[in-house]
């Protein structure tokens, strides 16, 4: 398969995990934030996710707004010099930020 086609194929499908991601979340994509390469999303002028925290999300079936108050979660750790988690920790493991705080 040509170069080309196999760039085509990849981005339709990256499409179309997005859109049910939106779908689960009740979010509205806007852009691939950064340049032409890049694996982050902008969701609702207010969310940024990675790719792959998208398809961990679908894959692992979590629940319905666990990764938006996993990111709101890591945004008030980040402002209070607290370590941040993983998306992957907080899904499978349930590890939480507050966890983290108490334990610095």
């Given amino acids: 398969m040509k170069t080309q086609k196999l760039i085509t194929r990849y981005k339709d499908t990256r499409q ?5 991601f939106c779908d689960k979340h009740g979010l509205q994509f ?3 934030a950064g340049n ?9 002028d207010l969310y940024y996710f ?7 999300d679908l894959e692992v079936n979590a629940p319905k707004g666990d ?7 890591n945004q008030k750790a980040i402002e209070n010099n607290i370590p941040t988690i993983d998306y ?8 939480r930020v507050n966890e983290l705080e108490s334990e610095s």
Avoid: H, M, P
């Fill in 88 to 95: 992957y920790s907080y899904a499978i493991f349930g590890l």
């Fill in 36 to 44: 032409g390469f890049t694996e982050k999303v902008a969701f609702n």
């Fill in 30 to 32: 806007q852009y691939w």
């Fill in 16 to 20: 179309k995990v997005i859109q049910a």
């Fill in 67 to 73: 990764i938006i108050k996993w990111y709101l979660d």
């Fill in 50 to 56: 990675d790719l792959k925290d998208i398809i961990g």
